[in-house]
């Protein structure tokens, strides 16, 4: 590497240790100092909320606050913070321009990175069955019915694959992660794109929907034949086999630490608004995981709860990423820490 190469990387290491000193200065220091009888309440997304149960006693063990989260679905944390009857929202589908209109003065920030899993359940099937963008496409549009279909066999020759009658299972709920998956396939398939489009929910074809990502993996877990999509925590929870998924560059992959954090060496520049998109990678990750989120808190920039708040981010994107590789949560990307810690500092007292 030529020595200009190690000296812009120093400069950056140093300008994102700066960022750090700053921020935890705003925050009253990195050191836990516990505070009695302080109450933080957030909700939303339920895709994080697996990562959120093992934060909670954790910040009560660092600094005696009460964090309450209500897993409502992302549509509803939106929903909750805009009408500020909680503390923070959580949301896998970043804010649209109205939304944030209708926020009224919020800051959103990237604070997880996982993956949306294709669970099934499909009696004598193996785990790690192969399936394509179109082909998954194709199963919730209801073009593809059987799990004998040709379509599924020529992906998986010589598994056994019964005449049994595919289930899509859908959240009918507003949800972050229904936007992960229709944004997906929205970038690999031209028929869903003009179909259906993307969104925090859909003009479902077929299939049984339900709420939350614990409702979707309910219906998978009783039907035989059933399908869904829900984050890979909860796959690991319930025990329920998923999908490998052909990538860009032509590989299967399954939603691991590696995958997820290969898909998200493919982001961008974080624009001001803190959107990332990681869905179909770029080929030239061929490890990559092509169903990978990033998931954001959305927190008022005015608050008389700022300095609470601030300190609780700050140790969910610092030290609290080291609960998420146990759930298949990948830390955050060095880069996308220093973006939130620019993030953090805009949230202020309002008194």
């Not at 899509?168 to 259906?196: C, E, Q, V």
């Not at 993996?217 to 009783?222: K, M």
């Not at 990678?281 to 709860?305: C, E, G, N, R």
Request: with cysteine; glycine share 10%; charged share 15%.
């Amino acid at each position: 590497m030529p020595k200009s190469g190690t000296f812009i990387r120093t400069l950056i290491a140093v300008a994102a240790a700066a960022i750090l000193a700053v921020v935890a200065a705003g925050t009253a220091g990195a050191a836990p100092a516990k505070t009695s009888g302080t109450t933080l309440s957030g909700a939303g997304s339920t895709f994080v909320s697996p990562l959120v149960s093992q934060w909670i006693p954790a910040i009560g063990s660092a600094y005696g606050y009460e964090l309450q989260y209500s897993p409502i679905g992302s549509g509803g944390g939106i929903a909750a913070i805009t009408a500020r009857t909680v503390d923070f929202g959580a949301t896998d589908a970043p804010l649209t321009p109205d939304q944030f209109n209708a926020c009224n003065g919020c800051v959103q920030i990237p604070w997880a990175l996982s993956a949306t899993s294709i669970i099934y359940n499909v009696p004598g099937a193996p785990a790690g069955l192969k399936l394509t963008p179109a082909v998954i496409a194709q199963i919730w549009l209801g073009t593809i019915t059987k799990w004998s279909s040709p379509a599924i066999r020529k992906l998986n020759p010589g598994a056994s694959l019964p005449d049994l009658k595919i289930t899509p299972a859908y959240r009918s709920d507003n949800s972050g992660t229904t936007y992960n998956f229709t944004d997906f396939l929205s970038s690999t398939s031209p028929t869903w794109k003009s179909k259906i489009g993307v969104g925090v929910n859909a003009n479902w074809q077929t299939g049984v929907g339900a709420r939350g990502s614990s409702g979707v993996a309910g219906v998978v877990t009783r039907t035989d034949g059933a399908i869904g999509y829900v984050d890979v925590a909860y796959a690991l929870q319930n025990h329920l086999k998923f999908a490998k998924v052909r990538n860009a560059a032509g590989k299967y992959t399954l939603p691991g630490l590696r995958s997820i954090k290969a898909a998200a060496a493919t982001a961008g520049k974080i624009p001001s608004t803190g959107e990332i998109s990681i869905v179909n990678p770029a080929k030239s990750q061929p490890l990559a995981y092509p169903i990978s989120t990033f998931t954001y808190v959305i927190v008022p920039t005015k608050t008389d709860k700022a300095g609470d708040l601030r300190k609780i981010v700050y140790w969910a994107v610092t030290s609290g990423q080291q609960y998420g590789p146990k759930l298949l949560f990948q830390p955050l990307p060095t880069r996308v820490q220093a973006f939130d810690y620019k993030q953090i500092k805009k949230i202020q007292s309002s008194t």
